[in-house]
């Protein structure tokens, strides 16, 4: 629902982790651990720095999930 959220407010960026994992109320750890599920399904475009930061966003195909699911 957050990264549906982030799709409809700045659809040209993803959000950072830190503000998914505030938003979504869940530790780092899980929000990263559903976010690697996630973009194994192809629903998420997740990126990664080599200090732990990283952001994530919905590809084409999670939008339209999201869309079907909570509507436009």
């Known amino acids: 629902m957050q990264l549906h959220d982030a799709s409809r407010t700045t659809p040209a960026k993803a959000w950072s982790l830190a503000k998914l994992s505030k938003r979504s109320a869940l530790p780092m750890s899980t929000l990263r651990r559903l976010l ?3 973009e ?3 629903l998420v475009e997740m990126t990664l720095a080599d200090d732990g930061t990283g952001s994530a966003g919905l590809t084409g195909e999670g939008r339209h999930l999201c869309a079907e699911l909570f509507g436009a």
């Open 36 to 38: 690697v599920q996630l």
């Open 40 to 42: 194994a399904a192809g």
